[in-house]
């Protein structure tokens, strides 16, 4: 086998996961086969599975791709000094959302949403979201412990409880951007804020 | 013709729709047939499209089912006296999106994320889920108002910015329920009472 540079590797990779990305995006994971995915990369079966031996490879990395981007807000929010307040906070991760996912092309959003709906069906799918939604809570978890401390929640709420509320608006904010599509990323962190404590 | 009574009508219309349900919440919508519903209710071809004449209008009547039960809740809160605080109102609606859809067999939470995926790729599915998200937007309305007046939130709010952030809440309830399903509604709402402003 001939040797090849890391970064060949690395761009060959990105290419077959874009390849992807767009038949997902098109047809839902149910309805996109290993076929369409050779077809859109321009790449034979073998280079393909080479990198992504599955179809839930190819979620798995997509999975990644988000979970890292969304990773690294959380640790900004979780070390700023002072802490974001909850409004503050949305608002940073929900423009993280807009730039990892509806702002490039591709919109990841949208595979996000034929993902959940995969879920349901196919539990090794689920696996990968349920994956992802334990780290955002984590993400999440930090972050409430230091608005108890900042004052911005009662100290005897039960961390768990808002993290696994705010996982849930940022996954409403992703759905309804996707369904309705007429409330911007500054109108749905502006009606968190008008029921939320703290500054906006 | 033979002629039938009303009540016969209306319990062939909700055996049909049932079948239906059973096949959208195994399957989803894409890979659900017409023929997989003449199965699963044991009727003809004839018998069934005398009701349903195409799975959109399946997709119809069971938006109708949703939004029905929903609508009353807002009703409710809309004209409680004194008004619920917004704690106490997203309580009163995920109990009731608990008892429509994932207290009930075959749950109509799950046939809701298919359709959720469905509207990105099919139009008219897309219109039927944005007429359901407009209805409950305007229910969270005449809400916002009264909250305005109890002093809940700010009199310089935009009310459609706090519509479309409650609508995206009962979003992310349902989705998390079926995504990660460890939080109870008590928890989502517990989550939101202790950033949001009023008693729970």
């Not at 879920?119 to 090794?124: F, K, Y």
Request: aromatic content about 8%; glycine content about 8%; some cysteine.
């Amino acid at each position: 086998m001939p040797r090849v540079s890391e970064a060949h590797l690395v761009a060959r990779r990105q290419q077959i996961l874009e390849a992807a990305w767009r038949c997902f995006a098109r047809n839902g994971f149910h309805a996109t086969s290993m076929q369409d995915i050779f077809a859109e990369s321009g790449l034979s079966a073998g280079a393909v599975y080479r990198y992504f031996p599955s179809k839930l490879e190819l979620v798995k990395a997509t999975a990644g791709t988000i979970t890292e981007g969304v990773g690294e807000i959380f640790e900004t929010i979780a070390h700023a000094d002072p802490v974001p307040t909850p409004a503050q906070s949305l608002d940073m991760v929900v423009d993280t959302i807009n730039r990892l996912t509806m702002a490039r092309e591709p919109d990841l959003s949208k595979i996000a949403m034929h993902a959940w709906s995969e879920a349901i069906r196919e539990p090794e799918v689920g696996a990968v979201v349920k994956e992802i939604a334990s780290r955002i809570r984590q993400g999440w978890l930090d972050i409430v412990a230091r608005w108890k401390a900042a004052g911005y929640i009662r100290t005897d709420v039960d961390p768990d409880d808002v993290a696994g509320f705010l996982y849930g608006v940022m996954v409403g904010y992703i759905a309804q951007r996707n369904l309705v599509g007429d409330i911007s990323a500054e109108q749905y962190v502006n009606g968190f804020a008008a029921l939320a404590h703290g500054r906006r």
